[in-house]
């Protein structure tokens, strides 16, 4: 479920950037857009094992889980305060 999703918000979001880049730089545009997806991708994966090497996997894991979840928060927040209000 979790792959599909990530799937289907991948093919989703690339659709926005192909539909907002301009036609002259929308090569340029998606080549930042699959640099900033991989990476964002692959950090954290590489976070957690950097911190099992500092601590345990169980800690390394809950300290991802918390970052996670204040990052979701403060997407929620900026999602509520920045959304349209005519909806």
Known sequence: ?????????????LEVINRIAPADRRSEV???????LFAGNSAPVIGVGFLSVAATSLTAHMIFAAVLTVLAAIALWTGLKFAPKDR
């Open 1 to 13: 479920m979790g792959g599909l999703a990530a799937g289907l918000g991948y093919r989703g979001s």
């Open 30 to 36: 998606v080549s930042s857009y699959m640099i900033a």
